[in-house]
T-cell receptor, first 114, second 110 residues
Framework: DPKIIQKPKYLVAVTGSEKILICEQYLGHNAMYWYRQSAKKPLEFMFSYSYQKLMDNQTASSRFQPQSSKKNHLDLQITALKPDDSATYFC?????????????FGPGTRLTVL | DAKTTQPDSMESTEGETVHLPCSHATISGNEYIYWYRQVPLQGPEYVTHGLQQNTTNSMAFLAIASDRKSSTLILTHVSLRDAAVYHCILRVYGNEKITFGAGTKLTIKP
């Protein structure tokens, strides 16, 4: 059974629209994260949440808003989409955010903005 | 987080042992050495981590130099499933963020 679920797997959007990327983890973890990987670039850290509270935000644009309705959910809302937002977005989780906890990554959502 | 240097690519053959080097000359005393790997179209996968002593698990052996300025990830009896980009990463205590670089692309020949 998949332990981190990301939905949808593929997403195509038009410029200016808004989309929500879904992430659920069933590992009982207390911390969740979002990363982004653009074509031929390394993974880039975006957000971290611990116990449903924002811990770190490395995304310059306010168009990216994480949403945590439950401890095991961390969705990512993206507004006013731009072609440069095209990337694969990975959700991750770990037991504890403050030590050297291993992070587990989901399969990713591949977003294409036309 | 301090920077790491890895070769862009390495190649090996099934069944062999691979040594993946990583240089981290400016590592701080509170930084752990982490290794992740990523195959195309999938999220990164944790491999191992260490601070000062060599470590081993079911996936790999991590050899850390006594001065901690370099480390080597050793994969034994590699298979085609070990083909991936391997990332050597330094993490500061209390910093949950993982900063990925380009990593080493490991190719395995049958």
């Amino acid at each position: 059974d998949p332990k981190i679920i990301q939905k949808p797997k593929y997403l195509v959007a038009v410029t200016g629209s808004e989309k929500i990327l879904i992430c659920e983890q069933y590992l009982g973890h207390n911390a969740m994260y979002w990363y982004r990987q653009s074509a031929k670039k390394p993974l880039e850290f975006m957000f971290s949440y611990s116990y449903q509270k924002l811990m770190d935000n490395q995304t310059a644009s306010s168009r990216f808003q994480p949403q945590s309705s439950k401890k095991n959910h961390l969705d990512l809302q993206i507004t006013a989409l731009k072609p440069d937002d095209s990337a694969t977005y990975f959700c991750a989780s770990s037991q504890d955010p403050t030590n050297y906890a291993e992070q587990f990554f989901g399969p990713g959502t591949r977003l294409t903005v036309l | 987080d301090a920077k790491t240097t890895q070769p862009d690519s390495m190649e090996s053959t099934e069944g062999e042992t691979v040594h993946l080097p990583c240089s981290h000359a400016t590592i701080s005393g509170n930084e752990y050495i982490y290794w992740y790997r990523q195959v195309p179209l999938q999220g990164p996968e944790y491999v191992t981590h260490g601070l000062q002593q060599n470590t081993t698990n079911s996936m790999a052996f991590l050899a850390i130099a006594s001065d901690r300025k370099s480390s080597t990830l050793i994969l034994t009896h590699v298979s085609l499933r070990d083909a991936a980009v391997y990332h050597c990463i330094l993490r500061v205590y209390g910093n949950e963020k993982i900063t990925f670089g380009a990593g080493t692309k490991l190719t395995i020949k049958p």
